[in-house]
């Protein structure tokens, strides 16, 4: 009993996988359209009867919390339910409870999705990015938030391996991070409890809310909450993967522990300041725009100590990023995420952000890491859990490597083409004669935008085409003849 290798259970990963394949393709579908309906704004169909429904507003936040709600906590609730086993030698078969508790942590969640596309597509929302969801939806999501932890407690709890390894550390902070920033940021007044002040139209419909913040006050929270949501939901949990698939995936041991750890509570002491720059030039007082500058100028320090610590675990290992397509996902995954985080320190001096605020620059550093980095990450993430969890090889190497040029392209073609739209419309609206007149009026700097919104819309294709054919590789996997784990060509030299 003692020698024989634990029996991991990946019934809840394996769900958690599936809607973060469909909840992928969803969420870039929808963002292919908006790309074009910037570029073609006939496409918005104001002369079909469902325009209502597929109008660039509604569907704008339907990418975006398809994208951050769906896909991506997917994604990490699907690595959790994989890696939480593994590092910790603990069976979900081992306790009923557990399994129990995964499995409502998926159907709630699903019905919990469901609601928000419905609650979205109808126009229901509270306006505020990444928090559109009204008071109903929320308290679902609570729900669902405290299963998660449950899950991710309950496992510690019964574990056989003291040592926690950082992953782990990652996502707890994962979990107590989304747990404080949601329950703050969402917290409102349903309007039927009589809030008759606020207007005639809202009164009486009894979904509807009002926020319990009001002007400068909403707009910090608001920004405090969009900005830790990058850090606890693009940031952290993506660490997390990657510093438990790429010593796997490679078999080489992480370059420095130490150096995890010290970013680790860099990164957690100083994204919580960093909100600010979401609102610099802006009615909050001026000392705290000027400390959420400085606080993020600083973030390039635990950032890029986590990336430096990913790209040194390959020294001397380098010609496996030639060799795996897998590995190239993961290298270049912490690439752009040096990238982007270079950038938005950047951004977030004041001067460049007179120049970058409300431009397509900041839609392009957004995409840097949402594709570069984070979807990376998750992608390479499934690619590696694959094969142990059906316990079949991965259908196609070739098509994988195919996907991961493709998909490259497609980066490149979206965050070049919105750095050029981005500041040429930051320097057209500040263009002005020897007299103060501005130079450009507000139609000729979006009439100039066509090609380069075209061009993003292109890269964006290729992007999608890519997710779909991971989406096809992992379904020939799934259904293809099952294999021993210890005849898996990719089983990794290192143990759990
Ligand atoms: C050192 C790390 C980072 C810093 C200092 C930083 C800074 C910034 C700044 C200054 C903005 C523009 C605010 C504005 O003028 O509107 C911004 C926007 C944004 N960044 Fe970053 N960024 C960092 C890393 C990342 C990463 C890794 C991602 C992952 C995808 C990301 C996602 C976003 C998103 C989604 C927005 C847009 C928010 C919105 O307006 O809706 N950032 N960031
Ligand atoms: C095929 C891939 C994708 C395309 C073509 C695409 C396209 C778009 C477009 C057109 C917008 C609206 C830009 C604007 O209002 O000017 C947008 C916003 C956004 N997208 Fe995507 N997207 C894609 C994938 C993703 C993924 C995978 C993520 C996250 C993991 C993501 C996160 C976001 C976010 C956070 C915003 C809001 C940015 C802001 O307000 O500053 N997108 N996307």
């Known amino acids: 009993m003692e020698n024989r290798p634990l029996e991991y259970d990946y019934t809840v990963a394996k769900m958690f996988m599936l809607t973060t394949i469909v909840l992928g393709i969803v969420g870039m579908l ?3 359209i908006l790309a074009f309906q910037l570029a073609y704004p006939s496409l918005n169909g104001s002369d079909l009867a469902i325009a209502e429904y597929i109008n660039y507003s509604r569907l704008r936040p339907l990418h975006t919390d398809a994208v951050v709600f769906g896909f991506t906590l997917s994604g990490i609730f699907a690595t959790w339910y994989y890696v939480g086993q593994r590092v910790l030698k603990v069976s979900m078969a081992e306790s009923r409870f557990l399994m129990f508790i995964g ?21 229901v929302t509270t306006s505020k990015e990444y928090a559109e969801f009204e ?3 929320d308290i679902a999501i609570v729900v669902v938030w405290i299963l998660f932890g449950m899950g991710v407690f309950g496992l510690i709890g019964i574990r056989r391996e003291k040592t926690l390894y950082i992953s782990v550390w990652y996502y707890i902070a994962t979990f107590l991070g989304i747990a404080m920033l949601y329950l703050f940021n969402n917290m409102a007044i349903p309007t039927m409890f009589g809030v008759s002040e606020i207007g005639e139209s809202s009164v009486g419909v009894w979904y509807h809310s009002v926020s319990m ?9 608001q920004w405090w909450y969009g900005h830790n949501a990058v850090a606890f939901g693009f940031t952290v949990p993506i660490i997390a993967m990657i510093y438990y698939f790429l010593p796997k995936e490679s078999g080489q041991a992480i370059y420095s522990y130490k150096l995890s750890l010290l970013s680790f509570w860099g990164l957690m002491f100083l994204y919580i300041w960093a909100g600010g720059h979401h609102l610099l030039y802006s009615t909050v007082p001026d000392w705290m725009q000027t400390m959420g500058s400085i606080f993020s100028i600083i973030l390039i320090l635990p950032s890029w100590g986590s990336a430096i610590n990913m790209l040194l675990t390959m020294r001397g290992e380098w010609q496996q990023v030639a060799a795996s397509p897998l590995i190239k996902f993961m290298i270049l995954g912490s690439t752009f995420y040096m990238f982007s985080t270079l950038e938005g320190s950047i951004q977030a001096i004041k001067s460049v952000n007179a120049i970058a605020h409300f431009t397509d620059w900041i839609i392009g550093h957004v995409h840097n890491g949402a594709l570069g980095w984070v979807t990376f990450m998750i992608m390479a993430a499934l690619y590696h859990m694959a094969p142990r969890v059906f316990k079949r090889e991965i259908y196609s190497k070739s098509l994988m490597a ?12 979206y965050f070049t083409s919105m750095w050029i739209a981005g500041i040429t419309q930051g320097m057209m609206w ?8 501005l130079a450009y009026s507000f139609i ?12 993003r819309g292109v890269g964006g294709v290729l992007y999608l085409v890519g997710f ?20 898996l060509q990719s089983a990794s030299p290192m143990g759990a």
């Open 213 to 221: 913040y009001a002007g400068t006050n909403d707009a910090l929270v």
């Open 430 to 437: 500040r263009a002005h004669d020897e007299f103060g007149n």
């Open 103 to 123: 499995k409502l942590h998926f159907w709630l969640y699903l019905i919990a999705v469901a609601a928000a596309v419905i609650s979205l597509l109808m126009g």
């Open 468 to 487: 779909l054919m991971f989406a096809y590789n992992m379904y020939k996997t799934m259904s293809a003849r099952p294999v021993k784990e210890s005849e």
């Open 402 to 413: 195919t996907q991961f040029w493709i998909q490259t392209v497609g980066v490149v073609l």
């Open 30 to 32: 929808v963002g292919v």
């Open 444 to 455: 000729d700097t979006v009439t100039v935008l066509y090609p380069y919104y075209t061009i």
């Open 135 to 137: 008071w109903p939806i």
